[in-house]
Structures are given as structure tokens and as C-alpha cells.
């Protein structure tokens, strides 16, 4: 009885939050682009994540000319899904109406040629590259282990060394692209005006002044506090409550 009951509070969920979703679709269709936005937050609020929802809402904050929503929503629908390119191109635009121009100040040396190698596919893809990887080594160790031609065993050897190695490789790509996911913590400003300061506390002259839409990462916190980097290396520390973080 109590898991017919789950099963249906769950269909129930699902059906509600499908619901919003759509309906959010056809008010956004209409040009109701305020009730759309409270169409898709609400599928939020049932904790119905979806790398399509975040992308519906951003274009919503971005028909309101509500640059910081737009772009928060766009980055948490490629956290979702790093190939969504209609949120990439999207995004572009909205950037465009930001206030500050940061450089991109391009990584240089070996770390930059292995974050371009591992950062090809998601830490998920690598996952499952593993998970292919490894079932073709069975498959090859099977054949070498009941072959009885020599030629056949030394090609199915050769073969397990060279997907061994792949493996390696795969592996570690997807250990090395988890640990960037969970170590980079990229949040959007929401203030109209943020100041950054080069100490976290009130008192002082602030080193520099953000405004909405500025994307930085977050690297500290302490109390009301957090050390931000810019990415074009410039480092301050901003109140909480001025940025969102993605994830």
C-alpha cells in the first residue's frame, strides 16, 4: 500500500512539474513572459532540474531585459548539459548587455593542454568512454584467453594493451574533470553596483566596482564574505549577498 501510494505521489510530481513546464512554454509563446518565469520557477520549487528548463527560463529573464537572471539561468543550463549550444549562443547575446568588459586571459603550458584534452567531453562521457573501454578489454581478453590461432592471440594482446592504455587515459580524464567541476564555483553578480574590496570588511575604499551580470568564481568565504577572481586574474573579496553561485 505505502509504495502504490509512493507511486502515485510520484506520477503526481512528475505530471505537475511537466505541467509548468509546458504551460510556461505556451506563456512564453504568447509573449507572457513575466507568467512564464512563474511557470518555470514553480517546476523549480519541486525540485525538477533540467538543463532545457534553465535554458526556457533564461530566455524569459532575457525577453525582460533582466540581464543577471538571463545569464545565471544560461550558465546553470551548461552545468546541466556543457553541449547545450542554444544556451551557448544565447548566452553570447546576453553577455553583450552587461557593463564590464573582463578579459579572458588564456592558460598557458602543460595544465592548458591537458584541460583541453579532458575538457573535449563531460566527466559523465569520460565515465561511460571508461565503461566502453573496459567491456571491449573483456571482450579482447575472452578472445585471447579460447583463441588457439597464434596470429588471434597476438592480435587480441595487442589489442587488450592498447585499450588498457585507453582506459588509463579515459579514467583519468574523468577523475581530472570531476575535480575541476567541484573545485570551480562560478557564481553570477546580481547587484546593480558591487564593490570589491581587498579585505573582507566594511571600512575602506573598494579596489574596484562590479556590476550586474559579471560572471566571477569563488574562492573563499569567511562570515558575509567571499574572495572572488575575475577571469582575467583580478582578486577581491564581495559581500554574499551581491552574487548567486551556479552550482
Not at 503526481?12 to 510556461?24: L, S, V
Not at 553570447?92 to 584541460?115: N, S, W, Y
Request: zero cysteines; hydrophobic letters at 45%.
Amino acid at each position: 500500500m505505502k509504495n502504490i501510494l509512493y507511486i502515485l505521489l510520484l506520477s503526481t510530481q512528475i505530471f505537475f512539474a511537466q505541467n509548468g513546464f509546458e504551460k510556461g512554454n505556451e506563456l512564453y509563446k504568447n509573449g507572457e513572459f513575466e507568467q512564464a518565469v512563474q511557470a518555470y520557477e514553480s517546476v523549480l520549487t519541486e525540485s525538477k532540474h533540467s538543463s532545457e528548463l534553465y535554458f526556457n527560463l533564461g530566455n524569459a529573464y532575457y525577453k525582460l531585459n533582466k540581464v543577471a537572471p538571463s545569464i545565471y539561468n544560461y550558465e546553470k543550463a551548461l552545468v546541466l548539459n556543457p553541449n547545450n549550444n542554444d544556451a551557448i549562443n544565447n548566452l553570447k547575446f546576453a553577455q553583450k548587455r552587461t557593463i564590464d568588459e573582463i578579459k579572458v586571459i588564456p592558460k598557458v603550458g602543460f595544465a592548458k593542454l591537458i584541460r583541453d584534452f579532458t575538457g573535449i567531453y563531460h566527466y559523465n562521457t569520460w565515465a561511460w568512454i571508461s565503461v566502453g573501454l573496459a567491456t571491449a578489454f573483456l571482450l579482447f581478453f575472452v578472445g585471447y584467453y579460447f583463441s588457439q590461432i597464434t596470429l588471434s592471440k597476438r592480435i587480441f594482446f595487442f589489442g587488450m594493451f592498447v585499450l588498457f592504455f585507453l582506459i588509463l587515459i579515459s579514467v583519468s580524464s574523468t577523475i581530472f574533470e570531476k575535480s575541476h567541476f567541484d573545485t570551480e564555483k562560478p557564481a553570477i553578480v546580481f547587484a546593480e553596483m558591487a564593490n570589491v574590496k581587498s579585505e573582507p570588511r566594511n571600512g575602506g575604499q573598494p579596489i574596484f566596482v562590479l556590476h550586474e551580470g559579471t560572471k566571477v568564481y569563488v574562492e573563499e568565504i569567511i562570515g558575509k564574505w567571499k574572495k572572488v577572481q575575475l577571469t582575467d586574474g583580478t582578486e577581491g573579496w564581495i559581500e554574499s549577498s551581491a552574487i548567486k553561485e551556479v552550482k
